[in-house]
């Protein structure tokens, strides 16, 4: 249940936006920029709508970037373990969540509903603060709405994501306990193991479909 909540706002991140002028917009005007793109880009793109993975991943790589902090959400997912992991061994960490969120959710494009609308929640930010939390709702037809949040926190490169939460349920703590448990049993490296397997899993499942 979790994987297919996250699945739509994952979809609302992945058309992100480039550039400097955008990087310094608000955090909440970014979110929605983000989502209007991609769910304008959705409605008119049959292979996006049918799951076309090649273009699906391609899109993907060359826009996530800009939009979501993976070193800042691994580095959480990993906890205090990070600092005791070597800089190669981080930028793996890196490189493989990168990968594993970006292979879990490329289906999400062909689950996107032509009629889901997407309400926000007034925000609010305070001069000077660098953490934000953008609320927002999601309705398709009948099915009750999804809430789900955007937590953002500014760097040098304007706002980024750092985590999502769906109905409460915050990503990074989702990940986190496996993460802790896969270290404490076969150390750093065991964990890259581990998401190099999967990875491979997914993508070889993707690729049959």
């Given at each position: 249940?979790?994987?297919?909540?996250?699945?739509?706002?994952?979809?609302?991140?992945?058309?992100?936006?480039?550039?400097?002028?955008?990087?310094?917009?608000?955090?909440?005007?970014?979110?929605?920029?983000?989502?209007?793109?991609?769910?304008?880009?959705?409605?008119?793109?049959?292979?996006l709508q049918s799951g076309n993975r090649v273009k699906i991943n391609a899109l993907i790589d060359g826009k996530v970037a800009p939009v979501i902090n993976f070193q800042r959400m691994t580095q959480s997912a990993v906890g205090r373990h990070w600092l005791r992991?070597?800089?190669?061994?981080?930028?793996?960490?890196?490189?493989?969540?990168?990968?594993?969120?970006?292979?879990?959710?490329?289906?999400?494009?062909?689950?996107?509903?032509?009629?889901?609308?997407?309400?926000?929640?007034?925000?609010?930010?305070?001069?000077?603060?660098?953490?934000?939390?953008?609320?927002?709702?999601?309705?398709?037809?009948?099915?009750?709405?999804?809430?789900?949040?955007?937590?953002?926190?500014?760097?040098?490169?304007?706002?980024?994501?750092?985590?999502?939460?769906?109905?409460?349920?915050?990503?990074?703590?989702?990940?986190?306990?496996?993460?802790?448990?896969?270290?404490?049993?076969?150390?750093?490296?065991?964990?890259?193991?581990?998401?190099?397997?999967?990875?491979?899993?997914?993508?070889?499942?993707?690729?049959?479909?």
């Amino acid at each position: 249940m979790f994987r297919h909540l996250v699945a739509a706002v994952f979809v609302g991140l992945t058309l992100g936006v480039a550039g400097s002028v955008f990087a310094q917009e608000a955090p909440d005007a970014l979110v929605k920029r983000v989502v209007d793109e991609v769910t304008s880009a959705i409605k008119v793109d049959k292979d996006l709508q049918s799951g076309n993975r090649v273009k699906i991943n391609a899109l993907i790589d060359g826009k996530v970037a800009p939009v979501i902090n993976f070193q800042r959400m691994t580095q959480s997912a990993v906890g205090r373990h990070w600092l005791r992991a070597t800089a190669d061994q981080q930028a793996a960490l890196t490189r493989e969540f990168r990968v594993l969120l970006t292979n879990t959710y490329s289906y999400a494009f062909s689950e996107y509903k032509q009629d889901t609308v997407i309400e926000y929640r007034p925000f609010r930010l305070q001069a000077g603060e660098t953490d934000a939390v953008v609320r927002s709702l999601i309705r398709s037809g009948s099915r009750d709405p999804i809430q789900l949040d955007y937590y953002l926190e500014k760097g040098d490169g304007g706002w980024k994501v750092v985590d999502l939460s769906v109905l409460g349920a915050r990503l990074v703590e989702n990940y986190k306990n496996t993460f802790n448990a896969e270290i404490t049993n076969n150390g750093v490296d065991g964990l890259i193991k581990s998401l190099v397997a999967k990875n491979k899993t997914i993508e070889a499942k993707n690729k049959s479909s």
